[in-house]
């Protein structure tokens, strides 16, 4: 099966900084990679996401890229603000029997010290 | 965007007792909804995917006699926990894939924080 690893595990940034959190995925076959923000006791809500037909995507102060030859992608936050302190889960997700299931990443936890 | 209601959010039971958690998708027809487990500081661990009017598909290593799941609806699916015990606390969040257009995206609901005493 699909296996997700991300790093870092803990990042701190000052305030006005960019951050960037790295994923690599292991099953070639995975077509879509999204990107997920956690904050304390709540659901993750998509921030982003990518598919593997495009290289690179950006949504204001988000951008993701994404490098299918190496199998990762990564997360870029630009202009860091305290409201981005939380917890960054990216996943891949494989067409596997039509579940089209997410495996997801150990998480990233941001803090944006102001 | 796409909304995913689940209710309780909040929920303590006895050790023993059964535990139903409802998840809904209030603006969109949900084919594929998706059940996670996530431990205090732990990423999402999936533990079965439901298809609606179908049986659900538990991931391994999880009872599918302990968590039943009926997806009754393209709108509603629930996980019941049945005779809870304290290692079954934890966080249950519940996703739901819009089937229109094979989009990917996935949708998830607030959690519920599942304690048993």
């Known amino acids: 099966g699909e296996n997700v690893e991300q790093h870092p595990s803990t990042l701190s940034v000052q305030e006005g900084d960019s951050a960037v959190i790295k994923c690599t995925y292991s099953?070639?076959?995975?077509?879509?990679f999204p990107w997920y923000k956690q904050e304390l006791g709540k659901g993750p809500q998509l921030i982003i996401d990518?598919?593997?037909?495009?290289g690179e995507k950006k949504d204001q102060r988000i951008a993701v890229t994404l490098n299918k030859t190496a199998k990762h992608f990564s997360l870029h936050i630009t202009e860091t603000q305290p409201e981005d302190s939380a917890v960054y889960f990216c996943?891949?997700?494989?067409?596997?029997?039509?579940?089209?299931?997410?495996?997801f990443g150990s998480g990233t936890r941001l803090q944006v010290q102001p | 965007g796409a909304v995913v209601s689940q209710h309780p959010s909040r929920v303590i039971c006895k050790s023993g007792t059964s535990v139903k958690i409802e998840c809904r998708s209030l603006?969109?027809?949900?084919?594929?909804m998706f059940w996670y487990r996530q431990f205090p500081k732990q990423s999402l661990m999936l533990m079965a995917t439901?298809?609606?009017?179908?049986?659900?598909?538990?991931e391994q290593g999880v009872e599918k006699d302990k968590f039943l799941i009926n997806h009754a609806s393209l709108t509603l699916s629930t996980l019941t926990v049945t005779s809870a015990h304290p290692e079954d606390s934890s966080f249950y969040i519940c996703?739901?894939?819009?089937?229109?257009?094979?989009?990917?995206?996935?949708?998830f609901g607030p959690g519920t924080r599942l304690t048993v005493l």
């Open positions: 996703s739901a894939r819009d089937g229109s257009g094979g989009a990917n995206e996935q949708f």
């Open positions: 990518i598919r593997s037909n495009v």
């Open positions: 603006d969109f027809q949900a084919t594929t």
């Open positions: 439901s298809n609606e009017g179908s049986k659900a598909t538990y």
């Open positions: 099953d070639s076959a995975s077509n879509y």
């Open positions: 996943a891949a997700s494989i067409r596997a029997a039509g579940r089209r299931a997410l495996t």
